[in-house]
């Protein structure tokens, strides 16, 4: 397991990390959200250890990191942020050169080499120095380096960065199969990741945690969440609006867009609790409307992510007049 | 205790073949020979001087080295931090003291294949006469270890900064610091008006002083010990700088 406790991080006088603190088990892959200087990669460097925190530490399944940090290394694959790679170095030697640091040698390093490549789609740059690479070569090379040793613990700092969408999907399925046998934590800005990868999902603020979900849930706090979503056939707005206000257990009606034939509307429920959508169906049919479709929206993550953080920031500037 | 010989080494490893996956390390090797070629036959006169000796050789490594290592050392560290590497390195299971070390070490080890590559002129010496081979031996174990000061400041200046220009000027500064306050003109400036025994401390400290009597072929004790215990010094203060500079 991994154990993150109250982590906190000054910069000078600046707090960057304020009192982090979370778990990730085996089997379980942790979307670390936020916006841009949030502390996501800071706190990742202090799991790590390449930063030393001002307070609070972290347990790499059982190892204290700022007690005894080789012990508690030896149990992670990092992948830093802008994954560096020795720039003179091949991409083979840059890979034997980790293996023998993680402690293999002779035909073990060889054959573990090898599978890393293979696994990552580096055949075609093996003898390449890393300096000729494009950015998406390096950042997989550099992930390589992190699941080379098959560790129990990875920590992914924003592992699809400069990848293609093709590369994005291959080293996401990899991550998601990965996940099945160890804690994984990744951080990144693209939401989408964290509905293909993440089975929760922490967002973080100006340092302080802000939420710290499943997907699933993460998406219900959406205003959007429960609301019917329909589209009908050659229908006045204003008539529609009139017919679908009195659907019982409708709260609120928003036209979305219209034009000649179509009409698309939202109808948003007075409780999540009640499913709307047969009642929708049904006063659409006793109106005499041509549904063309129907679905009940799930609430959007980009929404809730807006919506949280924001509120966090403003947490925070309520922090700074309270200590100021 | 094996662990860390073994991280050493492959640390030590990699930078050598970094260094001559490169064209960083012909370039100094070339430009060393070709410098100290120079010096010693057209300034100091190796063959005119009619001795069976290598003193005109050995004399100028002071001041050569003092531009050459620093730019042996300026990447050291300055490189990690701009390249981002210094993240992957700090973060494998592997102590600090064994990067510093062996990356400290490849870069000395470099710079005594560049000293070893001056043979030839030990075979000039053996053809034109009957030098004193002690005294040769001596000389190079000398400078080698002066090379080894001077790449320890240089590694330390290194890590102060992430620019290897500012690194190569704190270490020249710092360098002709150690070198001129042992060397005879400047301290006989001093003699009129310093006391002795302060002129004679600053001196002790000096990377002159001591080479020059490894030089004359007298390897003391208390020459290495300086040598070797100023190395640790300064690789220590490179090791302290790199902790409080990561945060």
Not at chain 2, 6 to 19: A, D, F, H, P
């Amino acid at each position: 397991m991994l154990e993150i406790k109250n982590l906190t991080k000054y910069f000078g006088l600046k707090k960057a990390v304020n009192d982090v603190s979370f778990q990730v088990e085996k089997g379980e892959v942790l979307g670390f959200l936020g916006p841009n200087a949030a502390g996501k990669s800071t706190t990742m460097r202090m799991i790590t250890g390449f930063i030393p925190p001002t307070s609070g530490t972290a347990l790499i399944g059982g190892s204290d990191i700022t007690v005894s940090p080789i012990e508690a290394l030896t149990k992670i694959g990092y992948l830093p942020e802008n994954a560096p790679v020795y720039p003179e170095m091949t991409v083979r030697s840059f890979l034997e050169f980790c293996a023998e640091i993680r402690g293999f040698s002779g035909s073990i390093k060889s054959k573990k080499v090898d599978e890393t490549i293979e696994k990552c789609f580096l055949k075609d740059v093996t003898y390449q120095p890393a300096s000729t690479l494009s950015k998406g070569f390096k950042q997989r090379v550099c992930f390589a380096q992190s699941i080379l040793h098959d560790p129990e613990y990875l920590v992914l700092d924003e592992p699809t960065d400069g990848l293609d969408p093709n590369q994005k999907h291959e080293v996401r399925s990899m991550i998601r199969e990965m996940g099945i046998n160890k804690a994984i934590i990744l951080s990144t800005h693209i939401l989408e990741e964290v509905d293909a990868v993440c089975t929760r999902a922490i967002i973080i603020a100006n340092g302080h945690i802000v939420a710290n979900d499943t997907p699933d849930q993460l998406r219900a706090r959406s205003g959007l969440h429960g609301a019917v979503r329909l589209i009908i056939q050659n229908a006045d707005s204003e008539n529609a609006k009139k017919h679908f206000s009195v659907v019982p257990g409708a709260k609120e009606i928003e036209i979305i867009e219209k034009n000649e034939s179509r009409l698309t509307l939202r109808i948003f429920p007075e409780s999540i609790t009640v499913p709307l959508t047969d009642k929708v169906l049904k006063c659409a049919s006793d109106n005499g409307y041509q549904v063309e479709s129907i679905y009940t929206e799930q609430g959007r993550l980009d929404e809730v992510f807006r919506m949280i953080t924001e509120v966090g920031e403003a947490r925070s500037r309520l922090d700074r007049i309270v200590t100021h | 205790m094996p662990r860390t010989l073994r991280n050493t080494k492959i640390i030590m490893l990699r930078e050598l073949t970094g260094y001559f996956g490169s064209p960083v390390a012909y370039v100094f090797i070339v430009i060393f020979l070709m410098l100290i070629g120079f010096f010693t036959f057209s300034i100091s006169h190796f063959y005119e001087a009619g001795q069976a000796d290598m003193r005109s050789h050995f004399e100028w490594y002071p001041w050569l080295f003092l531009f050459l290592i620093p730019s042996v050392a300026m990447r050291l560290w300055a490189d990690e931090k701009r390249v981002g590497t210094i993240e992957l390195i700090m973060t494998l299971p592997i102590s600090l003291t064994e990067v510093i070390l062996g990356k400290f070490l490849a870069a000395w080890l470099f710079i005594g294949i560049a000293q070893l590559l001056t043979f030839p002129l030990v075979l000039s010496t053996m053809y034109l006469g009957d030098p004193d081979f002690g005294m040769i031996f001596c000389a190079y174990v000398g400078s080698f270890l002066m090379g080894g000061a001077y790449l320890s400041v240089g590694s330390m200046t290194s890590a102060i900064t992430r620019s290897q220009v500012v690194s190569f000027i704190l270490a020249v500064v710092a360098c002709l610091f150690l070198v001129l306050s042992g060397w005879p003109p400047v301290t006989e400036a001093f003699v009129d008006w310093a006391p002795t025994w302060l002129i004679n401390l600053i001196s002790s400290f000096s990377f002159m002083t001591h080479y020059q009597s490894i030089q004359r072929g007298v390897l003391d004790f208390r020459d290495i010990f300086y040598y070797l215990s100023f190395i640790f010094f300064m690789l220590y203060s490179n090791g302290v700088i790199l902790l409080m500079r990561r945060a």
